[in-house]
């Protein structure tokens, strides 16, 4: 298939590049900047200089895809701006062709409530944080495009060699420093793997399926204190947790590390019945041992 790409070197959507070239796709990635569409270009995939902020200047080239994957947030002050651009651009688009578009558009798990760390069910009613409020209005409204097969992937906490939580606690740890964050040591958080990630997008282009909406989630959940003890003795560094306060002068809107006081547990289960997908990452132990020499 021809499939467009935002978001390209992301720590989700770098992963999934490569994972769509694997398969055989030609993929065209939009590249804001000549330093992403170098990375961009030596990953395989062909590049469109644009920015996600103006949809209007690149959307024509989605139009003579089979599938546009959107894997590109800002999260800044021009979120919501940007994000009902691309709504408007996406609904714009002629209704006549030979088959649907199909629009993998990408969620995430903060779009779903606090659950004190209980499993939460993939048909609970969005109560996302401020912050994701704008991506719960995007998915309505592309959901309800009768000329787009969309299909949308919500992400559990990602976890890669160079982004994500587990990342970000190496990091702290081999520079001597705590690891800061919203969440307290018994703070559930669902995780998943980068590469595991990007399987699933792979199914979930693949089957173009109308209307679909799957959890990426490997690991259901692990309190962060866990998390943190396992770092510290993988590393054989010490790691403390340190609770970070919001902000003061941060909107709401634009807090998005608020996810990560949330306590919550997913299941694959569904991701898995709908697309085939299975995630090789499950454990806390093994994942954190297999991302630990990568990023170290």
């Excluded at 569409?37 to 003579?64: K, S």
């Excluded at 499993?119 to 787009?148: D, G």
């Excluded at 085939?276 to 170290?296: F, I, N, Q, S």
């Amino acid at each position: 298939m021809r499939i467009f790409l935002t978001g390209g070197t992301g720590t989700i959507g770098a992963p999934v590049l490569q994972s769509l070239i694997s398969a055989g796709h030609d993929v065209l990635a939009l590249a804001r900047s000549p330093a992403s569409a170098e990375r961009l270009r030596a990953a395989g995939g062909a590049v469109l200089q644009g920015d996600i902020r103006a949809p209007q200047n690149w959307i024509g080239a989605v139009a003579d895809c089979d599938t546009l994957v959107h894997t590109a947030a800002t999260f800044d002050e021009d979120a919501v701006a940007a994000e009902r651009r691309l709504v408007a651009a996406l609904t714009a688009l002629p209704a006549e062709r030979a088959s649907p578009l199909h629009v993998v558009y990408t969620g995430g798990v903060w779009l779903f409530p606090d659950s004190g760390g209980a499993p939460v069910a993939e048909t609970a009613a969005f109560a996302p944080i401020p912050a994701f409020a704008h991506v719960a209005n995007a998915i309505r409204s592309l959901l309800a495009q009768r000329h787009l097969a969309v299909s949308v992937v919500h992400p559990a906490l990602v976890c890669g060699r160079d982004g994500g939580p587990l990342a970000e606690m190496r990091d702290a740890a081999e520079s001597g420093q705590t690891f800061a964050t919203r969440a307290t040591p018994d703070t559930v958080w669902p995780l998943v793997d980068a590469g595991d990630l990007a399987a699933l997008y792979l199914k979930v282009v693949e089957a173009r399926r109308y209307r679909l909406q799957v959890i990426g989630c490997g690991i259901s959940g692990v309190p962060v204190g866990s998390l943190v003890r396992l770092v510290s003795e993988t590393l054989g560094l010490r790691l403390d947790l340190a609770q970070e306060e919001p902000p003061a002068d941060l909107p709401p809107c634009q807090d998005v590390s608020a996810g990560y006081a949330l306590s919550q547990a997913f299941s694959p289960e569904r991701a898995t019945r709908l697309t085939g997908w299975r995630p090789y990452h499950t454990d806390p132990a093994e994942l954190v041992r297999a991302l630990m020499p990568l990023c170290g």
